[in-house]
């Protein structure tokens, strides 16, 4: 990481202290494995799972990745783990099993043999403790207690009902019953989550504080709309206010953008656009706090599927997270023994076949990407400023159903935000939460909202809203107000209010009609519309009146005329990351610049260049020789270091997983006339080495050695 990226970090991130880490821990993998040369992908951080993982044996582990000069972390569970120890009774001598999560069959759901998912009760965090202390004990600088999760399903065990009582001082409320009980339930889902990493994430401060150290804490966890589609329960946007909480990890991969998702009336798999929106829900809900949050991807996925869908899903989401140029620290996979060392079909086969050479190529090309991938101040291409509004309350609509209501795929949401993506308009989210930040609605036009997937927190948020429209911003309100959970027993309706819907008290403070219509208020302006917005994208051309809408709040807002194009362009330092959406303008995009294509593992240079609609791409973007320029690797399938340059040579060291093939495209001032690549002290055959004239590059390529190996160019 440059030093000018680490300036720039910095600069974007004011509120958060900028310390010497962040510049050494821009990339990393989880692994639940010790150390092997076959999956040493050479990130700057190793994150060693489970104390219990992997047969134990962690301080060994640990070593075993530090000895080979990475940073270590530890990751585990807060919902479930490896933990059969404390389930089976040699804990603390007694068995838990009635703390797993329990389903109204009275059935326990299971993460995997032996490993329920967790009510996390005091008896449990005491033992999540002991897992941290070990974790610290053998030195590691970070715990990450990833997805803390409830399932929206769950709540009918023991445990649940104690901690029901705990909480509300009441009997337990079957949350089928009615819409109370279930927002009840879901909010002790959601509180006992915050409360056990408040209380694991205060042990880890102060006991290694007491050790003369200091251990940084995350959560990795998937977004709002991932969980909230998938009907699970967890603290998500509230943690980023947590005390000893130091950031994020955005858990977004093919696995979670692949949900179905509707579209003019058609649902369907759209990876690219969800991941889009799923990183940048995850944006929103960090950026006004300033926490570090690191962008995962995972070249392939959970679920068997073919190594084509794997490749063409990585791509989708690897260019999705790109277009956030506010982020560049990435997890760059999970599980690398997995991906160099597992077997899957290839598409019309059903032999099961080890990763391409290709692939691993190609992959390793993103991957050290990543360890470049400056932050920038650009913006993705289009219409800047329209955001949805979201809230962790969505989390508590989705199970069980209520009279009949259902929100099908979320569409509640995506109706807001797929009609305005799949014109080529960036469109990000707001998340409620953080409204009281006065950086929260800042670059904020347009917001869109609705009622009818969430419910506001408190009567604050609405006078948040109030100001914000005041001074110019234009809200667009969709809804019905017809879903069961707008009676449920809350702020909008007890005390001396005594409103039928939450919109009521929002329309009362802009001194709007409850009626639809369009409303001058202040220096801003309202358009309050009675329907779902599931109706514009369940039904086909249903958003024509919603599109024209925001367009008009648009100009008024002073942002012009709504730009409607069919790609996303982005250009990040020497990177250019293009997009281009199908359901669209079916023309392609042109790249009319000499470019080097980071997606194709012969990394070749193009003069112009198509992405055709449905793909994605990112490439290098060539400048124009000059004479006597220094030599520089500009796209590379292992990590480089140790760089040597003089005036009629370059050398370097390349590390990469071994068994795998290196592909270098490099920079020189003229044609080399000895190329020499060796480990240790014997040559290594080259397997390729081009001359490219007009760009002044070298493609060379060779065997990759985890060791590295040593490159010598002389011109």
């Known amino acids: 990481m440059h030093i000018r990226t680490h300036l720039l970090a910095c600069l974007l991130s004011l509120s958060f202290p900028c310390v010497l880490y962040a510049q050494k821990e821009k990339?990393?993998?989880?692994?639940?494995?010790?150390?092997?040369?076959?999956?040493?992908?050479?990130?700057?951080?190793?994150?060693?799972?489970?104390?219990?993982?992997?047969?134990?044996h962690f301080n060994e582990r640990v070593k075993s990745w530090r000895d080979k000069g990475y940073e270590v972390h530890f990751m585990t569970g807060i919902a479930w783990g490896q933990y059969k120890d404390y389930f089976m009774g040699r804990f603390d001598g007694n068995t838990h099993w009635d703390e797993g999560q329990v389903t109204r069959k009275g059935d326990t759901i299971w993460h995997g043999k032996y490993v329920p998912y967790i009510?996390?009760?005091?008896?449990?965090?005491?033992?999540?403790?002991?897992?941290?202390?070990?974790?610290?004990?053998?030195?590691?600088?970070?715990?990450?207690?990833?997805?803390?999760?409830?399932?929206?399903?769950?709540?009918?065990?023991?445990?649940?009902?104690?901690?029901?009582?705990?909480?509300?001082?009441?009997?337990?409320?079957?949350?089928?019953?009615?819409?109370?009980?279930?927002?009840?339930?879901?909010?002790l889902k959601y509180q006992l989550y915050f409360n056990a990493l408040r209380e694991v994430f205060s042990y880890v401060k102060t006991y290694s504080e007491s050790k003369g150290k200091r251990v940084r804490c995350y959560v990795p966890t998937h977004s709002l709309l991932n969980y909230s589609s998938w009907q699970i329960i967890s603290p998500e946007a509230s943690l980023a206010n947590l005390p000893g909480m130091d950031g994020y990890i955005a858990q977004v991969w093919t696995g979670t953008s692949r949900e179905p998702v509707f579209f003019n009336g058609t649902s369907r798999e759209r990876v690219f656009e969800n991941a889009f929106?799923?990183?940048?829900?995850?944006?929103?809900?960090?950026?006004?706090?300033?926490?570090?949050?690191?962008f995962l991807t995972d070249p392939i996925e959970d679920r068997p599927k073919t190594w084509d869908d794997y490749k063409r899903n990585y791509q989708a989401t690897y260019t999705a997270q790109l277009l956030y140029p506010t982020v560049a620290d990435y997890e760059v996979m999970p599980w690398p023994p997995r991906i160099y060392r597992g077997k899957f079909k290839l598409e019309n086969s059903e032999e099961r076949q080890p990763i391409s050479p290709a692939y691993a190529t190609q992959m390793q090309v993103m991957v050290n990407t990543l360890?470049?991938?400056?932050?920038?101040?650009?913006?993705?291409?289009?219409?800047?400023?329209?955001n949805v509004l979201v809230g962790n309350s969505m989390m508590f609509h989705r199970f069980p159903t209520h009279d009949n209501y259902d929100d099908p795929y979320l569409s509640n949401f995506y109706g807001m935000a797929?009609?305005?993506?799949?014109?080529?308009?960036?469109?990000?989210?707001?998340?409620?939460?953080?409204?009281?930040?006065?950086?929260?609605?800042?670059?904020?036009?347009?917001?869109?909202?609705?009622?009818?997937?969430?419910?506001?927190?408190?009567?604050?948020?609405?006078?948040?809203?109030?100001?914000?429209?005041?001074?110019?911003?234009?809200?667009?309100?969709?809804?019905?107000?017809?879903?069961?959970?707008?009676?449920?027993?809350?702020?909008?309706?007890?005390?001396?209010?005594?409103?039928?819907?939450?919109?009521?008290?929002?329309?009362?403070?802009?001194?709007?009609?409850?009626?639809?219509?369009?409303?001058?208020?202040?220096?801003?302006?309202?358009?309050?519309?009675?329907?779902?917005?599931?109706?514009?994208?369940?039904?086909?051309?249903?958003?024509?009146?919603?599109?024209?809408?925001?367009?008009?709040?648009?100009?008024?807002?002073?942002?012009?005329?709504?730009?409607?194009?069919?790609?996303?362009v982005l250009h990040r330092g020497p990177y250019m990351i293009a997009a281009v959406l199908d359901e669209n303008d079916p023309a392609p995009l042109k790249i009319q610049s000499s470019v080097i294509d980071l997606f194709d593992p012969s990394l070749p240079v193009l003069t112009n260049a198509l992405v055709q609609p449905g793909q994605q791409r990112v490439y290098y973007k060539i400048p124009a020789h000059k004479k006597n320029e220094s030599p520089a690797v500009y796209a590379t399938a292992a990590r480089v270091t140790e760089e040597k340059k003089s005036p009629r040579r370059f050398s370097f060291i390349a590390r990469s997983p071994a068994n795998t093939q290196n592909i270098m495209r490099i920079r020189l001032p003229s044609k080399p006339h000895t190329t020499r690549v060796q480990l240790a002290t014997a040559s290594l055959p080259v397997t390729k080495q081009e001359w490219d004239e007009k760009s002044h590059t070298l493609l060379l390529g060779f065997e990759n050695h985890s060791e590295g190996v040593e490159v010598n160019i002389e011109w």
């Open 27 to 56: 990339t990393a993998f989880q692994v639940s494995d010790g150390w092997s040369a076959d999956y040493d992908v050479r990130s700057d951080v190793a994150i060693v799972y489970g104390i219990n993982d992997a047969g134990g």
């Open 119 to 187: 009510v996390p009760t005091d008896n449990f965090l005491t033992y999540m403790k002991s897992q941290v202390k070990e974790a610290i004990d053998a030195g590691v600088t970070a715990i990450h207690l990833e997805e803390p999760e409830f399932w929206a399903r769950a709540g009918y065990s023991s445990s649940f009902k104690n901690e029901w009582k705990k909480f509300y001082g009441t009997e337990w409320r079957p949350q089928h019953e009615s819409p109370d009980a279930t927002y009840l339930s879901s909010k």
């Open 277 to 294: 929106l799923e990183y940048g829900s995850m944006v929103s809900m960090t950026a006004p706090t300033g926490r570090k949050i690191f």
């Open 371 to 386: 360890n470049d991938m400056p932050l920038s101040t650009n913006k993705v291409s289009g219409s800047q400023g329209i």
């Open 418 to 568: 797929m009609p305005l993506l799949k014109r080529g308009i960036p469109v990000g989210t707001v998340h409620m939460e953080n409204l009281s930040n006065p950086n929260a609605l800042k670059d904020t036009r347009v917001l869109i909202m609705s009622y009818a997937n969430m419910k506001p927190t408190d009567a604050a948020v609405h006078n948040h809203l109030v100001s914000w429209v005041n001074n110019g911003g234009v809200l667009v309100y969709y809804g019905r107000d017809d879903d069961p959970f707008q009676k449920v027993t809350e702020w909008w309706n007890t005390g001396s209010r005594k409103l039928a819907a939450p919109s009521l008290d929002l329309f009362l403070k802009l001194g709007v009609a409850e009626s639809e219509g369009i409303f001058k208020i202040g220096k801003g302006m309202v358009y309050h519309m009675q329907c779902d917005p599931k109706e514009l994208v369940m039904k086909t051309n249903g958003d024509t009146a919603f599109i024209r809408q925001v367009g008009e709040g648009y100009s008024f807002s002073g942002g012009g005329k709504l730009q409607f194009k069919n790609n996303f």
